[in-house]
């Protein structure tokens, strides 16, 4: 007996008596950008609270609920908030969501985010497809013992985002004439943002842009298989390189900004990649 697999199914198994429903790819809205549910065709929603044992996110701009619906007549089973390790929640509780939508059906993870923009050039409002990610500075969500049903003990990392996946991204980027940086992500714990100094340290191990979500997910959806593709909205610019003192505001301010663009491109996404996976 594992008590984060039976916690997993036991949530699993309170959202079969409530939806009915299989998506094929699962999406994750990070801060500011939970208003993409919107464009969604609506079949069904479950808030977080209703689902036995399930985390409950309480970040800021953060709704607290599953989406389920259609986005270009692809089925999709968005999160409109995702759980953070700041709040104080095991890493398992943290992944917990993004294992349940691989249970679900999902077979693609399009994770999202908000991040401080670290590279030569960035500026806020600026997408970046995520090229490559930094775990390093949290706890892997797959410590302890390994649970077998969603898969290998030491799963290989050499491509969490998938290849094929970023050239549709890309290809549905320029459709639109839309301007899309690439980069390479990092996790770091948070809820404070970094200091100058740890950001220096970020840009010489090679990340473009930070936050405090997302690699982690993006483990446990290789884990187990999934195909893994990520955007990033860089809100700000990191500790050091902006001239003002990084608030929460500011980040949920920016996504609201790019949410036209952003809304754009995910849905072309969608309907591109459905269309090849």
């Known amino acids: 007996m594992n008590p984060v697999y039976d916690k997993l199914m036991g949530c699993y198994e309170s959202v079969k008596k409530r939806i009915d429903f299989q998506p094929k790819v699962a999406l994750v809205l990070g801060s500011g950008l939970g208003d993409f549910a919107s464009e969604m065709e609506i079949v069904q929603t479950l808030d977080y609270k209703d689902i036995e044992g399930f985390p409950v996110s309480t970040a800021p701009g953060h709704v607290g609920r599953f989406v389920f619906g259609y986005v270009e007549g692809v089925p999709v089973v ?11 929640y095991d890493m398992t509780d943290v992944v917990l969501p993004i294992r349940l939508m691989k249970l679900m059906g999902a077979e693609v993870m399009f ?26 500075f949290v706890p892997s969500p797959l410590r302890g013992t390994n649970i077998s049903e969603l898969g290998n003990r030491f799963p290989d990392m050499s491509h969490v985002y998938d290849e094929d996946l970023q050239f549709i991204v890309k290809k549905s980027a320029a459709k639109l004439n839309i301007d899309l940086k690439e980069g390479v992500y990092i996790q770091f714990p948070g809820p404070n943002y970094e200091t100058p100094q740890e950001i220096n340290m970020a840009r010489t191990l090679g990340a473009d842009a930070a ?22 909205c860089v809100s700000n610019l990191a500790a050091g390189i902006s001239p003002h003192p990084l608030t929460e505001e500011e980040v949920i301010e920016a996504g609201k900004s790019v949410s036209a663009k952003f809304t754009a491109l ?12």
Do not use: P
């Open 78 to 88: 968005a999160m409109q908030g995702r759980i953070h390790y700041y709040e104080g």
């Open 111 to 136: 994770l999202t985010n908000a991040a401080g923009g670290i590279k030569q050039g960035f500026k806020a409002g600026d997408l970046m497809l995520i090229t490559g990610q930094i775990a390093t």
């Open 211 to 232: 936050g405090m979500s997302t690699a982690c997910e993006a483990i446990a959806a290789n884990h187990m298989g999934m195909k893994i593709v990520g955007i990033t």
């Open 266 to 277: 995910v849905k072309e996404a969608i309907k591109a990649i459905d269309a090849e996976v």
